[in-house]
């Protein structure tokens, strides 16, 4: 603002200094490169692909994300876990994922695409749990205005626990309920999500190589303030293996972007 009320001053009295602040001033109106956001909820059962990871307790959870309009971007986020299998004493207290990727639209279509690679780190785990795991992933979206679906392929190669590889497909999906105002928005979104494990061995009671979860549920979002979303989860595993792990159940959420 300042260059531009220096070059009207002078603007009389040399033309070429306007010719050259030209550009200058374009350059500082225009979209920074890089920006920032973040992230905080509070939830009373951290789900994850249909599993809990706070022992049906309540989790806080936070992350920040830096992007460039290029596309690229990286991020971190972080919530509080405990699994129950765990020793007393010796149990795992958070979970910080780190990611980065390119994402963009191919043109200037409705079709979207994000690839990249997120670690899941679990700082001061058991001796010999073998829980942290990178994950790489490709996914495609498309948003029809009425509804947005996505799809993708997410591959691990030695998943949490030293379990070896796994394969997890989402199919998403999420329609807006048009309510006519600024002030609110409503939506209801799920996911059906196909995760296979290739070489387990696991003979837990219930336990499967592959398994299918889902969830769908409702949120409201209250602009420049917070959303809150109620979101039923299940999976098809049973027997006991399951019990109080991945048996149906419901999320309350409350969220906010920074």
């Known amino acids: 603002m300042m260059k531009f009320t220096k070059a009207l001053a002078l603007a009389g009295l040399a033309a070429g200094f306007i010719a050259t602040s030209a ?8 979209e920074p ?14 789900v994850f692909r249909g599993f809990t990871q706070t022992n049906e307790d309540f989790a806080i959870q936070g992350g920040l994300d830096l992007a460039h309009s290029s596309g690229l971007y990286i991020g971190t986020w972080a919530s509080n876990v405990e699994f129950p299998s765990e020793p007393v004493g010796n149990r795992t207290s958070f979970e910080i994922d780190f ?19 997120i670690y899941y780190m679990y700082p001061g785990d058991p001796a010999g749990s073998d829980y942290s795991y990178w994950e790489f992933y490709g996914k495609l979206g498309a948003d029809f205005g009425f509804a947005s679906v996505g799809s993708g392929l997410v591959y691990s190669p030695d998943f949490f626990g030293g379990v070896g590889d ?11 309920i048009p309510l006519g ?17 290739t070489n387990t061995g696991v003979t837990w009671d219930g336990f499967t190589d592959n398994y299918l979860n889902w969830n769908i549920g409702l949120t409201v ?26 048996d149906e159940r419901v999320t309350f959420t409350v969220s906010r972007s920074l």
């Not at 796994?166 to 807006?176: F, Q, T």
């Not at 105002?181 to 494990?197: A, H, I, K, M, P």
């Open 23 to 30: 550009p200058a001033m374009a350059q500082d109106a225009a």
């Open 221 to 246: 979002s209250i602009t420049d303030w917070f959303n809150v979303d109620v979101r039923y989860h299940d999976t098809d595993l049973d027997g006991t293996y399951c019990k109080n792990v991945c």
């Open 33 to 46: 490169d890089f920006s920032f956001s973040g992230n905080v909820a509070i939830t009373n059962d951290y």
């Open 166 to 176: 796994m394969i997890h497909i989402p199919l998403n999906v999420s329609v807006p």
């Open 181 to 197: 105002s600024d002030q609110f928005g409503l939506s209801v979104s799920g996911q059906l999500g196909y995760n296979e494990y």
């Open 99 to 117: 990611y980065g990727g390119f994402k963009g639209t191919f043109g200037n279509s409705i079709f979207t695409y994000d690839i990249g690679a």
